[in-house]
């Protein structure tokens, strides 16, 4: 059985929390990757940043939709909602817009689960985590090569 750390990217590349944003667009530009993991000082992973963290940034701020009654305004949706989204909208620093406690894998997990996680969750980069320290992270190309290698072989 093919698992996490037979396929996994060993020499990861990582940010900190306090990253500047542009940086951040810059380290994923230049190193054509879609996400990077998002590491303390210790190597243990915060968070996971993708470029669709970055282009969400770039929407509109969201206008909640209100119901008004006997001159009293209802909001019809969370608050909390919508501070996360202004939040996320107008981050400067890489922990203002990542996603925090992303999925992760284990290096022993079997790559059939990974692939499920990528495709029902619609990720396409997982951390490797052991003992809460970052070793390795997998992204579509990965499986991808091992399906052209499985395919070589035959």
């Given amino acids: 059985m093919i698992t996490a750390k037979d396929i996994m990217e060993k ?11 542009a940086k951040a667009v810059e380290l994923l530009l230049n190193n054509h990757i879609n996400g990077v993991p998002v590491v303390d000082e210790n190597g243990i992973l915060q968070g996971l940043l993708c470029q669709s963290d970055l282009i ?11 119901f008004v009654l006997l001159d009293g305004i209802f909001p019809l949706s969370s608050s909390k909602r919508l501070n996360a989204e202004l939040k996320k909208i107008s981050a400067t620093t890489v922990g203002q817009a990542m996603v925090k406690n992303p999925v992760s894998a284990h290096p022993d997990m079997p790559i059939s689960e990974i692939a499920s996680l990528m495709v029902e969750k619609h990720f396409h980069t997982i951390p490797v985590v052991e003992n809460n320290k970052l070793v390795g992270i997998i992204g579509k190309e990965n499986i991808l090569k091992l399906l052209v290698a499985r395919d070589k072989g035959n």
Wanted: a negative charge.
């Fill in 11 to 21: 020499n990861v590349i990582s940010i900190s929390p306090d990253t500047e944003i």
């Fill in 56 to 66: 969400f940034a770039q929407k509109d701020i969201p206008i909640p939709p209100i």
